[in-house]
């Protein structure tokens, strides 16, 4: 009898989801042969809730090493809303469920980021062979030292402060950069550092606007008539550090402030005289082709996934841990974010540089 195997991507898609899948799918023909078919699980776990799969040709599986994005399709289906049934009357869980069933798979494997690996282990908790793989250019899943895309990611933002030094220092600008990162730093912290910022602000240091301009003023007062800045999506200062999630939006609402780069934009304007803008990269930090070390890393974990299914080990996340590509228990990495701790050496090596931290 034939192994089915379900592949799934769920969430923002990232450079090396393909490759990734491809990675999967040859390791698991080199395993079994013509005794594997692999099926295509549509746009996530929105798919799996509605029963859109096929059976793949092995075919489908060539030529994407290099190829952005994912040919699956993907969405965000977030994890808070599985178990809520809503208008349309579906109950999420048990309509997977179903869907595994009716594709009589043998396991499922499910690339994705943290919302992606809670709702996995959810369907592991609910008996379901899960195995997860770890996508995102935030580098924030738990229990991995990296994540596939997470280079590709610094490779282009890095890029990109590159690009604004030319500019800021022919109009002797300060030039503020927001980079992806809504509650970790990594993306933000090793760019900044492979692109020579000035000031990094990650969302794990509040910020003193105050330290922020008066370390602009020193560039200025030694000569250097601009400053970059590189500066994670998800910042805050010291003041709303201290509040809850809803309060800084509340206190931000009142203030007319869309976005943290903005309000830090004004803010050094306002408080310096010299001339701010804003740069906003936005999704092509998630886009195109992933690098050489994606494709590597994303090839490393498609092919333990189909290792991991020869032994019919499940309920495990696929995982790199001191260069070694391994595996932890959904149960024990699922609901955890890594961030950025106060003892990270890029963090020492940034200081070290005499880069603000804010």
């Known amino acids: 009898m034939k192994k089915r195997v379900g592949i799934l991507t769920s969430g923002g898609d990232c450079p090396g989801l393909n490759a990734t899948i491809r990675g999967a799918a040859k390791a698991l023909y080199q395993r079994f042969g013509d005794d594997v078919e692999i099926i295509g699980i549509s746009n996530g776990y929105a798919g799996l809730i509605s029963g859109e799969w096929r059976v793949m040709e092995s075919h489908e599986f060539s030529g994407i090493l290099t190829v952005g994005g994912t040919i699956l399709g993907t969405k965000r289906t977030p994890f808070k809303m599985m178990k ?129 301009c008066a370390a602009i003023q020193k560039r200025n007062d030694q000569g250097k008539t601009f400053s970059i800045l590189a500066v994670a999506e998800g910042v805050y200062d010291v003041t709303e550090a201290g509040m809850k999630k809803k309060e800084r939006a509340a206190r931000r609402a009142e203030r007319g402030e869309v976005t943290a780069t903005n309000r830090i934009a004004r803010q050094i304007q306002q408080m310096t005289g010299f001339e701010t ?20 890393l994303a090839t490393e974990f498609g092919t333990h996934a189909a290792k991991l299914v020869e032994a019919d080990h499940y309920g495990v996340a696929v995982a790199m841990k001191n260069n070694i590509v391994t595996e932890n228990p959904l149960k024990d990495i699922a609901g955890k974010t890594k961030l950025v701790p106060e003892t990270c050496d890029m963090l020492t090596v940034a200081r070290r540089m005499g880069v603000s931290l804010g």
């Open 84 to 212: 809520v049934v809503e208008e349309d009357q579906i109950d999420k869980v048990a309509a997977m469920k179903k869907t595994y069933k009716e594709a009589k798979l043998d396991c499922l494997l499910c690339l994705g980021g943290n919302g992606t690996h809670k709702t996995a282990n959810l369907l592991s908790e609910e008996g379901l062979n899960i195995i997860g793989l770890p996508k995102t250019i935030d580098n924030d899943i738990y229990g991995t030292d990296v994540t596939f895309g997470f280079h590709t990611a610094v490779d282009i933002a890095t890029e990109v402060i590159d690009r604004i030094h030319t500019t800021a220092s022919s109009h002797r600008r300060c030039m503020v950069i927001e980079l992806m990162g809504n509650k970790a730093g990594w993306l933000t912290l090793y760019s900044g550092i492979a692109g020579g910022a000035d000031i990094i602000l990650i969302p794990e240091l509040p910020y003193n606007i105050e330290n922020v």
């Open 277 to 296: 803008r804003v740069c906003v990269p936005g999704h092509m930090q998630r886009g195109g082709s992933p690098s050489a070390y994606d494709r590597v």
